[in-house]
Protein backbone atom coordinates (compact mmCIF):
# COMPACT_ATOMS: atom_id res chain seq x y z
CA UNK A 1 0.00 0.00 0.00
CA UNK A 2 1.35 3.17 -1.38
CA UNK A 3 -0.90 5.62 -0.83
CA UNK A 4 -1.72 4.97 2.60
CA UNK A 5 -5.01 7.84 4.09
CA UNK A 6 -3.05 8.67 6.79
CA UNK A 7 0.72 9.10 6.50
CA UNK A 8 0.60 12.45 6.41
CA UNK A 9 -1.46 13.14 9.69
CA UNK A 10 1.59 14.72 11.44
CA UNK A 11 0.93 17.84 8.85
CA UNK A 12 -2.80 18.35 10.96
CA UNK A 13 -0.53 19.15 14.39
CA UNK A 14 1.34 22.19 15.37
CA UNK A 15 2.91 22.05 18.83
CA UNK A 16 3.62 24.79 21.26
CA UNK A 17 6.05 24.09 24.06
CA UNK A 18 5.60 27.68 25.53
CA UNK A 19 1.43 27.22 25.99
CA UNK A 20 1.91 23.32 26.12
CA UNK A 21 -0.68 23.33 23.50
CA UNK A 22 -0.83 20.93 20.67
CA UNK A 23 -3.68 21.85 18.06
CA UNK A 24 -4.88 20.54 15.29
CA UNK A 25 -6.31 21.89 12.12
CA UNK A 26 -9.44 20.65 12.33
CA UNK A 27 -10.07 22.64 16.15
CA UNK A 28 -8.69 20.01 18.45
CA UNK A 29 -6.84 21.58 21.23
CA UNK A 30 -4.93 19.61 24.00
CA UNK A 31 -3.01 21.19 26.91
CA UNK A 32 -0.51 19.58 28.85
CA UNK A 33 0.33 19.76 32.38
CA UNK A 34 3.25 18.45 34.49
CA UNK A 35 2.13 14.89 36.36
CA UNK A 36 3.23 15.17 39.79
CA UNK A 37 6.95 15.36 40.91
CA UNK A 38 8.10 13.81 37.60
CA UNK A 39 9.71 16.71 35.54
CA UNK A 40 8.89 15.05 32.18
CA UNK A 41 6.01 13.72 32.77
CA UNK A 42 2.85 15.25 31.24
CA UNK A 43 -1.07 15.05 31.57
CA UNK A 44 -2.89 15.86 28.71
CA UNK A 45 -6.17 17.22 28.99
CA UNK A 46 -8.72 18.29 25.85
CA UNK A 47 -9.84 21.99 26.16
CA UNK A 48 -11.25 22.21 22.77
CA UNK A 49 -12.87 20.11 19.84
CA UNK A 50 -14.66 20.74 17.00
CA UNK A 51 -18.72 21.32 16.87
CA UNK A 52 -18.91 18.38 14.28
CA UNK A 53 -21.76 15.82 14.97
CA UNK A 54 -21.37 11.90 14.89
CA UNK A 55 -18.00 12.08 16.23
CA UNK A 56 -17.58 8.05 16.59
CA UNK A 57 -15.78 6.80 19.40
CA UNK A 58 -12.74 5.23 17.54
CA UNK A 59 -12.31 8.78 16.12
CA UNK A 60 -11.98 10.69 19.26
CA UNK A 61 -9.59 7.66 20.21
CA UNK A 62 -7.36 8.45 17.01
CA UNK A 63 -7.51 12.18 17.76
CA UNK A 64 -6.22 11.30 21.11
CA UNK A 65 -3.34 8.94 20.23
CA UNK A 66 -2.29 11.55 17.50
CA UNK A 67 -1.99 14.46 20.09
CA UNK A 68 -0.38 12.55 22.21
CA UNK A 69 2.38 11.11 19.69
CA UNK A 70 3.10 14.61 18.35
CA UNK A 71 3.37 16.04 22.03
CA UNK A 72 5.92 13.61 23.01
CA UNK A 73 7.59 13.49 19.32
CA UNK A 74 7.46 17.52 20.62
CA UNK A 75 9.00 16.79 23.82
CA UNK A 76 11.89 14.75 22.37
CA UNK A 77 13.20 17.12 19.97
CA UNK A 78 16.26 18.86 20.73
CA UNK A 79 15.47 22.51 22.43
CA UNK A 80 17.61 25.07 23.47
CA UNK A 81 18.08 25.99 26.69
CA UNK A 82 16.43 29.38 28.50
CA UNK A 83 17.24 31.41 31.69
CA UNK A 84 14.98 30.68 34.90
CA UNK A 85 12.86 33.75 35.82
CA UNK A 86 13.92 32.76 39.78
CA UNK A 87 17.58 31.78 39.79
CA UNK A 88 19.07 32.36 36.26
CA UNK A 89 20.06 29.39 35.68
CA UNK A 90 19.56 27.98 32.28
CA UNK A 91 17.37 24.48 31.82
CA UNK A 92 15.26 22.79 29.25
CA UNK A 93 12.14 24.78 28.57
CA UNK A 94 10.20 21.51 28.75
CA UNK A 95 10.57 20.99 31.92
CA UNK A 96 10.04 24.80 33.38
CA UNK A 97 7.10 26.22 34.13
CA UNK A 98 5.93 29.68 34.86
CA UNK A 99 9.25 30.39 33.98
CA UNK A 100 10.90 28.31 36.40
CA UNK A 101 13.11 25.90 36.34
CA UNK A 102 11.77 22.84 38.07
CA UNK A 103 14.30 22.98 41.08
CA UNK A 104 12.71 26.66 41.98
CA UNK A 105 9.25 24.98 41.53
CA UNK A 106 10.09 22.30 44.30
CA UNK A 107 11.50 25.19 46.69
CA UNK A 108 7.69 26.68 46.13
CA UNK A 109 6.41 23.45 47.47
Known amino acids: MTQHPDRNW ?4 TVDLKTREARHADGWIFLYECAGDAPRAWDGKC ?5 KGNLYASQIARICREAEDIW ?3 QKTPAEPVP ?23 RLV
Not at 96 to 103: D, L, P, S
Request: net charge positive; with cysteine.
Open 72 to 74: SKA
Open 10 to 13: RSSW
Open 84 to 106: CAVCGSYADPRDMWAGMCHECQR
Open 47 to 51: VQFPA
